[in-house]
């Protein structure tokens, strides 16, 4: 039945089936070709009033057609938005236009086919051509471990020394632990200290969440280690407040880039003090991706052995009723 089915379509319907196979721009083939894992980057001047909103991303779904995306351990969603055709950011949800920022004037499929970004300048929006967005995990960019370490923490001037108690305490090794607007968090080994991204800043704090430190970075990068300048450290001045002073001499270098630590996605309260933490394995996609090939080939492979049969069918038939040359292909592709 299903080869009587078959001789009723010209050789024009294989065509078309062949095509929609390969699929190199078809929607169907679309979907596997967009990241599922993101980093919004840019320079200086957007961090310093849209850092929190930089990092990376993961799919989470699909919004108006098109994959969507959620800041790793953050607040922040990436999006397409069909009435006005292009992608947005929301600190809401999908859908969510109040309040955005972030706007990358294109329709593509994928939002790292084509970077045209701007950024919300306090006024209107201003593009901005170092704000970009492409395919990239946070292990292969950003290393794991890490030395805070500086020169100035052993100067003295008289009996004063440049670094106080804590932002000595606060220099050392440290291991990425989790995930948090879209940055790793670094905890120093065997002590109660982090490096976290929070609202615009990098600090070095006693708990995770706590706003208040004693090594600090007023803009910041997504990886820390990628900071050159800028650093400060907690003082105290001569009424005794706490103010930042700056360090020249303070870097961050490199321990250890990439090994196969899964990285856990942290939650944290309001409370001043290290909290547990809310740990989440992410779904292996390396495992989906490669069964989802497995089945795509094996449907490939079934409809080109019905079209080898369908077709050496006709030519059988072809050649028996006497035809040769030119009219046997034309019979055997059913062409008139």
Known sequence: MLLKIMDENKFSSWIVLLILLTCPNSYLCKENECCSSLLLESDEVVHKQHGDRLGFYTQ?????????????????????????????????????TLFSKLVNEMDGYCLDDHNNWSFYNGSVLTYSEMLTSKCSKIEDV???????????????TGNQSF??????????????????????????????????????????NPGVGKTSGHIHHPRGSVCPEHIEKEWQISDKNEDSQWVWKDDPKLKITCVKQMNDMKHKLVSHKTSPVAQPY?????????????AGAVVFGCISMLLLSMMIAFFARRFYRAWGRGSHGKQLLFETMDIE
């Open 142 to 156: 950003c290393c794991q471990e890490i030395k805070l370490s500086s020169s100035n923490s052993e100067v003295k």
């Open 278 to 290: 809310t740990q989440i394995d992410p779904v292996e996609e390396a495992t989906t991706s490669s």
């Open 163 to 204: 670094y106080g108690e804590e932002p000595k305490e606060s220099l050392g090794d440290y291991k990425a632990i989790g995930m948090n607007n879209g940055r790793y968090i670094y905890q120093k080994k065997n002590h109660d200290k982090f490096l976290e991204y929070g609202d615009r800043y990098w600090l070095v």
């Open 60 to 96: 989470l779904g699909y919004y108006g057609a098109r994959p969507a995306y959620r800041q790793q351990g953050g607040h922040f969603f990436l999006f397409y938005h069909e009435d006005e055709q292009h992608w947005i950011d929301s600190h809401y949800f999908y859908g969510a």
